[in-house]
């Protein structure tokens, strides 16, 4: 592999080999990759016959492969995203290691703790760039909550209420089974408990949980965790409902609130209230709110900026990325909700588990 470095010529690209071209591939990697001028995207791997014939007919410049064998026959590229199921991710993970290429590993990491744990110690020390696929990290919304929580517009923080729900997930669909990396805190918690410490810069030291099945295996999930300073947090993950996407921040001196799908971060001062200046405070924070659904970009950004940001990396440049350990922080994590959940207790959390900062 080419070492790729901030000396590197502009015109030179990262050839990039997509393993796992499924739907995720299509509506988020391939269109953002084509938007980011350091990047080539070279190949697909995937194991399904037909879904590689649609790949061809979609993108017929770009060999899919059936296999990472015939991807390497092919010749190698210099990195490779792992958009597979997370049952499928070690073998890619680790073949990706052995050929020291970079790589960029959807969440969650895997499906069992073992696979978890052989991944991230084979890439223990590489000098090729890991990057776990936390991209809500690098959304414009969730930069702006985080700057403006830490420059303490809404002082002491309080509480936290998160809600993740999307649609039902079909019968086939392996987010439907654990064993498969899927589950609604697995899926979907796994985001906004990392979430909940970037930011707010805090660790999660104690969870309580519950889990039912409505549909499909854990299909609804109700989480509450205390952070490190005290502040207590309250979220539900849920598949089979109105998608929404949503973080309340609750301060002593008043509320920020994130909407994700509609890419917006709106404020709330501490009191309402009936006085004049009060009535005047509401109508400003509906005419921002207004003009803030008007102006903001829709759709979801982080997928672009999450692997552009990976792409500065590989180039050599300084850049803060989520890491594997990070990633296998918060399936430790789950794992402990999980359990919290059969015990129905709430049960402490190591700073080990906690810290994904």
């Known amino acids: ?44 791997v995937d194991p399904e016959e037909a879904r590689r014939e649609t790949l061809r007919g979609r993108w017929p410049a770009i060999p899919a492969h059936a296999t990472l064998a015939d991807l390497e026959k092919s010749g190698l590229p210099d990195a490779i995203i792992v958009a597979a199921p997370p049952e499928h991710h070690l073998e890619p993970a680790l073949w990706a290691r052995r050929h020291d290429l970079h790589l960029y590993l959807e969440k969650p990491v895997a499906a069992s703790r073992s696979d978890v744990d052989r991944l991230v110690d084979a890439w223990r020390d590489a000098e090729s760039v890991a990057m776990m696929g936390l991209n809500y990290r690098f959304h414009p919304a969730v930069i702006e909550l985080r700057e403006r929580i830490s420059r303490g517009e809404i002082g002491r923080l309080v509480t936290l209420h998160t809600v993740f ?22 899926d979907l918690g796994t985001h906004h408990l990392d979430l909940l410490s970037h930011l707010t810069g805090t660790q999660i030291v104690d969870v309580a949980c519950v889990m039912n099945m409505r549909a499909t295996e854990n299909d609804t999930a109700h989480l509450t965790a205390t952070l490190s300073t005290g502040c207590t947090a309250q979220c539900a993950f849920v598949f089979g409902a109105a998608e929404t996407d949503r973080i309340e921040v609750i301060g002593e001196r008043g509320a920020l609130t994130l909407d994700r799908l509609n890419g917006s971060v709106a404020a709330r001062s501490e009191r309402f209230g009936y006085t004049r200046g009060a009535a005047l405070g509401r109508a400003r924070a509906l005419m921002a709110a207004a003009f803030d659904g008007v102006t903001r970009a829709r759709g979801e950004p982080s997928y672009r900026a999450a692997l552009a940001a990976w792409l500065r990396k590989i180039r050599g440049l300084a850049v803060h990325l989520p890491t594997l350990e990070d990633g296998a922080r918060l399936h430790r994590l789950v794992e402990r909700a999980a359990s919290a959940s059969t015990s129905g207790e709430r049960l402490p959390v190591s700073i080990d588990e906690a810290d994904t900062s």
């Open 165 to 186: 729900a999307t649609p039902a997930v079909g019968p086939d669909d392996w987010r439907g089974s654990a064993r498969s990396g899927g589950g609604a805190l697995l």
């Open 1 to 44: 592999m080419v070492a790729l470095t901030q000396s590197s010529s502009s015109a030179e690209r990262v050839r990039i080999a997509i393993v796992g071209a499924g739907a995720i591939a299509e509506l988020a990697h391939i269109p953002a990759l084509a938007s980011i001028a350091e990047a080539k995207l070279v190949a697909f």
